[in-house]
């Protein structure tokens, strides 16, 4: 109920969220290349300037900064390159630079939990409702690998 109040209370969010969805911020590829940093307070946030929302909103929790911290191996700047998909991609299942997470759970606003796919990271992963400001949608794979 938090999360309901929240978005409700700060219409510059709800904007956010149907901007993403509606004006396809998607690439043509369905490829991204994100930035993430771990602040101060150890935290790991998103690099998205252009969010109006709190910058508390931007933090990866729920295993997605278990996972930025194993893919960066130290480095509080990881660059990452995400591809996503509604069906798995067999040419990106073989290479090995990626590594695959399968959607679980969705919610509209309530965000999304994926298994992640990596042979020495064993974990789930819950994405927030930000993902629909960045991919549009949460979609049903993706397909992940550090852009060092």
Known sequence: MGKLLNIIENP?????????VSEA?????NVYLLAFDRENDGGWYID?????????????VAGADSLLEFVGGGS???WVEVVK???????????????????????TFGGATYQVHLTDFDR??????VTLFVLGEYPNCLYIRNEA
């Open 85 to 107: 998909a509604q069906t798995q991609i067999e040419d990106l299942d073989a290479d090995k630079s990626f590594f695959r997470c399968d959607v679980m759970e969705k919610s």
């Open 124 to 129: 789930t992963m819950w994405l927030c409702s």
């Open 76 to 78: 509080s700047r990881v």
């Open 12 to 20: 510059k969010v709800i904007g956010q969220y149907v901007k993403g």
């Open 48 to 60: 998205l300037p252009e969010w109006e929302g709190a910058h508390a909103q931007l933090a990866m």
């Open 25 to 29: 911020r998607r690439s043509e590829e």
